[in-house]
T-cell receptor, first 114, second 114 residues
Framework: GAGVSQTPSNKVTEKGKYVELRCDPI?????LYWYRQSLGQGPEFLIY????????DSGLPNDRFFAVRPEGSVSTLKIQRTERGDSAVYLC????????????FGPGTRLTVT | EDKVVQSPLSLVVHEGDTVTLNCSYE??????LLWYKQEKKAPTFLFML????IEKKSGRLSSILDKKELSSILNITATQTGDSAIYLC??????????????FGKGTKLSVIP
């Protein structure tokens, strides 16, 4: 595809439920980032993948959050036992290795936990 | 910890006005500074600045970096209603293993009224 895609666009879930958010990066981009953006704030880093491995997961807020990228392309962000404080827009970005600064973002998933 | 501060946080102007958005940063190892435009959810890449004093220009938008003052400005001339958006400033923070996670400011919300 031409750009980064994310599904679903919106997700409403009840407190305590499990959710999965999907990201499909730009073809050929081996670097993939997840960010979270709360209302009135800039995006905040969650996790970085180089290929299939999570090279940097220092931004994950706690162990309820986990992400995978099994084949080095599509990535899934998984949130267990969701809490109302998890409500935010989850953004995915991809870039070419070696040009890591220029990241291209997907349209995001708006997660609402009720 | 790297830090980015943007001002003003919000701005309302009339069509045709010229606006200047400000971004200041504190970063351990400066590599570049990026500007994004965010309408709805997806941040769209505008500029990447690496050298002080060299203006980057795209249509009515231009940006310049001042490494001595640790700051950058984004100018928009002859504003149009389509320029209404949140403008985000970010700096890459290198955390090893090829990860250039972006540290964002809170953004400037620009509203252009007819």
């Amino acid at each position: 595809g031409a750009g980064v895609s994310q599904t679903p666009s919106n997700k409403v879930t009840e407190k305590g439920k499990y959710v999965e958010l999907r990201c499909d990066p730009i073809s050929g981009h081996t670097a993939l980032y997840w960010y979270r953006q709360s209302l009135g704030q800039g995006p905040e880093f969650l996790i970085y993948f180089q290929g299939t491995g999570a090279a940097d997961d220092s931004g994950l807020p706690n162990d309820r959050f986990f992400a995978v990228r099994p084949e080095g392309s599509v990535s899934t962000l998984k949130i267990q036992r969701t809490e109302r404080g998890d409500s935010a827009v989850y953004l995915c970005a991809s870039s070419l290795i070696g040009q890591g600064s220029e990241q291209y973002f997907g349209p995001g998933t708006r997660l609402t936990v009720t | 910890e790297d830090k980015v501060v943007q001002s003003p946080l919000s701005l309302v102007v009339h069509e045709g006005d010229t606006v200047t958005l400000n971004c200041s940063y504190e970063v351990t190892n400066f590599r570049s500074l990026l500007w994004y435009k965010q309408e709805k959810k997806a941040p769209t890449f505008l500029f990447m600045l690496t050298s002080s004093g060299i203006e980057k220009k795209s249509g009515r938008l231009s940006s310049i970096l001042d490494k001595k003052e640790l700051s950058s400005i984004l100018n928009i001339t002859a504003t149009q209603t389509g320029d209404s958006a949140i403008y985000l400033c970010a700096v890459p923070s290198y955390s090893g293993a090829g990860s250039y996670q972006l540290t964002f400011g809170k953004g400037t919300k620009l509203s252009v009224i007819p």
